[in-house]
């Protein structure tokens, strides 16, 4: 069983910048496809970005290309969300997720097996 925390949600303004950290439990978090999913009010949560177990290769929406990066640090079971020139559209419940299949290029929440709590990010305009 792995657990998943995440943190560094908030209220910022357009433009602002957040980091997202989620944490794993488990000894077999380097071998996990990781991803940030986002879930506005009323809506389905859909993938922000995603990174492969080595961290060699990542995907992200083309909502946040060349805003957001995506990184891990296997050595403390981090992923990491770095959210640059943020905007009111963004705001959104981020959650942390991981797929057990480290060969996969999963897109769909359904394709993953732990999330985390979710933390709150609001952009104000």
């Known amino acids: 069983q792995v657990q998943l925390v995440e943190s560094g949600g908030g209220l910022v303004q357009a433009g602002d910048s957040l980091r997202l950290s989620c944490t794993a439990s488990g000894r077999t978090f380097g071998t996990y496809v990781m991803a940030w999913f986002l879930q506005a009010p009323g809506k389905e949560r859909e993938i922000v970005a995603r990174?492969?177990?080595?961290?060699?290769?990542?995907y992200y929406a083309d909502s946040v290309k060349g805003r957001f990066t995506i990184s891990r640090d296997n050595a403390t079971n981090t992923v990491y969300l770095q959210m640059n020139s943020l905007k009111p559209e963004d705001t959104a419940v981020y959650y942390c997720?991981?797929?057990?299949?480290?060969?996969?290029?999963?897109?769909?929440?359904?394709?993953?097996?732990?999330w985390g709590q979710g933390t709150q990010v609001t952009v104000s305009s």
């Open positions: 997720a991981a797929d057990e299949d480290s060969s996969g290029t999963p897109l769909h929440s359904y394709d993953y097996d732990y």
């Open positions: 990174i492969s177990w080595s961290g060699t290769r990542t």
